[in-house]
Antibody, heavy 119, light 107 residues
């Protein structure tokens, strides 16, 4: 069974940093691209960033470019999101999501970790 | 960047109704489109991928169609469990983008 478990969220002041982690199990982690998707309270889904299996291809939303960095450690079956210069508008539930095989979209999701940016 | 426009934002329907949600892309995305269902407090669930392929385990009352810039999600006969929110998403090119969502409500 695929499991994606996010951690690292919390309350942080504007301008500070936070690092999210996603621990993966139940599948061969380094066979799949992984992404972060967020959802502000009461709002829709927003794609944040994605990374392919070997970190050779990375994409980011314009809203986080230059502030957030996605990375992965295949030896540890883990995905990360380093978030710097946090803003109030970054407040959201952050999901880790796995890209499925055969051209699927996100076929597995974690439960999310909440990031609240406030003074 | 590719913009995804979903319509309607809200849809009121009854159990047994056939409903259709539309998603338009600002440029061609071929068939690189997915549909998700999200229930309150839960992570999204993949329903349809590559515009028209039904994800394993998803009831056959869900179907997707379209290519290029115009796509639809159809629920052939609404069930009580289907009253929730649906999102389209393009994964043709970075940055990947979601539609703003469609909430299906009970009439």
């Amino acid at each position: 069974e695929v499991q994606l478990v996010e951690s690292g969220g919390g309350l942080v002041q504007p301008g500070r940093s936070l690092r999210l982690s996603c621990a993966a199990s139940g599948f061969t982690f380094d066979d799949y691209a992984m992404h972060w998707v967020r959802q502000a309270p009461g709002k829709g889904l927003e794609w944040v960033s994605g990374i392919n299996w070997n970190s050779g291809s990375i994409g980011q939303a314009d809203s986080v470019k230059g502030r957030f960095t996605i990375s992965r450690d295949n030896a540890k079956n883990s995905l990360y999101l380093q978030m710097n210069s946090l803003r109030a508008e970054d407040t959201a539930l952050y999901y880790c999501a796995k890209v499925g095989s055969s051209g699927r979209g996100f076929d597995d999701w974690g439960q999310g970790t909440l990031v609240t940016v406030s003074s | 960047d590719i913009q995804m426009t979903q319509s309607p934002s809200t849809l009121s329907a009854s159990v047994g109704d056939r409903v259709t949600i539309t998603c338009r892309a600002s440029q061609s995305i071929s068939s690189w489109l997915a549909w998700y269902q999200q229930k309150p407090g839960k992570a999204p669930k993949l329903l349809i991928y590559k515009a028209s392929s039904l994800e394993s385990g998803v009831p056959s009352r869900f179907s997707g169609s379209g290519s290029g810039t115009e796509f639809t999600l159809t629920i052939s006969s609404l069930q009580p469990d289907d009253f929730t929110t649906y999102y389209c998403q393009q994964y043709h090119s970075y940055p990947w983008t979601f539609g703003q969502g469609t909430k299906v409500e009970i009439k």
